[in-house]
């Protein structure tokens, strides 16, 4: 027919047609794998209550696989246009090369900006603190984290292999306009991903950190800490308190690897209770001989402290179960320091705040991978609340074990009927 009638132009009008009709074949394959994952991680995380066992977990891995066996069909899928020796494909091959790359390049932004959205885009990319902390409360927590680990999955994973599946495959190309740069940028598409990673993690610690912020709020605002009567048992915030860590070890065991190491972990738990309650005893002795003499001494300790302790409190957060739940420990423990300094305490409000502080002791090292700096930031509660008291006189130590072994029976005698609900 073109050579009955060239003047139709009918070669270049079918290598137009198969020219669309390609592109659109890749973009709308792209298109589809988009709403696969988008609907996965939508759907699942809302019904995961249904599943038994690890519904975090399962969530991830379903959607791991869900970004890199999806990214490695369409690989296939478009491997065989490129070994089709039909005379218009074979044309188009450094088209159909390009467009790959456009489509991945294209394909990863627009999930990066997916996960960004769900967890709440304005606020990561805006960096204003106020609407972070109003959105917040419209997150899935959960689904944070899950989409943390998954970030950090496609930078390590998915992204390095496709890259290595376009350079063996569809290298070449070059048809694209010299200004408008390369077609896949895999270095831009990792740092995409490993940004909004850490984002999240740490606006899940965040969200987590406000739940804790929450009920110290109302544990300090409640009471007249003046008119405070003489402590009978331990607050039951710490109970609130406890739960809470729980809830973060159960999510985090679900999604987040062990770390390699535990830093500065102590052998024996029970050595730094017996030398605080004995320190506690001699400062007891003092403020009863000289109570200003004693503040003075807190004063010159306590700015002595902050020239010469040199340990780093907050380290950067990393993908770890140790790391995320320290952190939400050592945030909570920062805020009830600045609870107990807006309160103004009685000798009793003081004692109070003492036997708690001493009960949480043990129980949150467990939590975290640095027995020091709970000890640390334990200590500094105390000091604030030392500061705030008009009549800063401790518990005895003897009263102080009983009050604690109290709560400790009671706790041990509520687990059987716990287990047995």
Request: hydrophobic residues 40%; glycine residues 4%; neutral net charge.
């Amino acid at each position: 027919m073109d050579e009955v009638l060239p003047e139709a132009a009918l070669p270049v009008h079918c290598l137009e047609a198969a020219s669309f009709i390609c592109r659109q074949y890749i973009i709308t394959l792209f298109s589809h794998l988009e709403k696969e994952i988008s609907e996965l991680i939508r759907i699942q995380p809302r019904t995961m209550e249904g599943l038994q066992e690890s519904p975090l977990q399962i969530v991830l891995e379903s959607s791991k696989k869900a970004v890199f066996q999806g990214s490695m069909d369409l690989l296939v899928e478009f491997r065989q246009l490129l070994d089709d020796h039909l005379e218009l494909l074979v044309k188009l091959r450094d088209l159909i090369r390009d467009w790959v790359q456009e489509g991945f390049q294209d394909f990863f932004q627009k999930l990066h900006q997916h996960f960004l959205l769900l967890c709440g885009s304005a606020n990561l990319l805006t960096n204003d603190s106020k609407n972070y902390l109003v959105q917040t409360e419209r997150v899935q927590t959960v689904l944070v984290l899950v989409l943390s680990q998954l970030s950090v999955y496609i930078e390590q994973a998915t992204v390095p292999r496709v890259t290595e599946e376009i350079a063996t495959s569809f290298s070449g190309g070059g048809i694209r306009a010299y200004e408008r740069g390369p077609a896949i940028v895999p270095g831009e598409i990792c740092r995409w991903f490993r940004s909004s990673g850490e984002k999240f993690l740490h606006l899940y610690i965040n969200i987590k950190s406000q739940n804790l912020s929450i009920i110290l709020k109302k544990r300090f605002t409640t009471p007249n800490w003046i008119k405070h009567k003489e402590p009978r048992e331990v607050n039951m915030f710490v109970d609130l308190l406890f739960q809470e860590f729980d809830g973060v070890v159960a999510e985090v065991k679900q999604i987040l690897p062990h770390g390699l190491t535990r830093k500065h972990r102590r052998s024996d738990s029970n050595g730094s209770t017996t030398s605080s309650r004995s320190n506690t005893l001699h400062e007891d002795r003092l403020n009863r001989s000289n109570t200003q003499r004693a503040k003075s001494q807190f004063l010159e300790s306590h700015l002595a402290k902050l020239f010469e302790q040199k340990m780093e409190i907050f380290t950067k957060v990393e993908h770890t179960q140790e790391s995320v739940v320290s952190t939400v420990v050592k945030l909570c423990l920062k805020s009830l320091q600045e609870f107990v300094r807006l309160q103004t305490l009685n000798r009793s409000g003081y004692q109070q705040i003492q036997l708690d502080i001493e009960f949480l002791k043990n129980p949150l090292k467990e939590y975290v991978d640095d027995e020091a700096v709970v000890d640390l930031l334990l200590k500094e509660v105390i000091n604030a609340a030392h500061e705030r008291c008009l009549d800063p006189i401790q518990l005895e130590p003897p009263i102080l074990d009983k009050l604690i072994a109290a709560k400790l029976s009671k706790i041990k005698d509520q687990k059987p009927t716990a287990a047995s609900l």
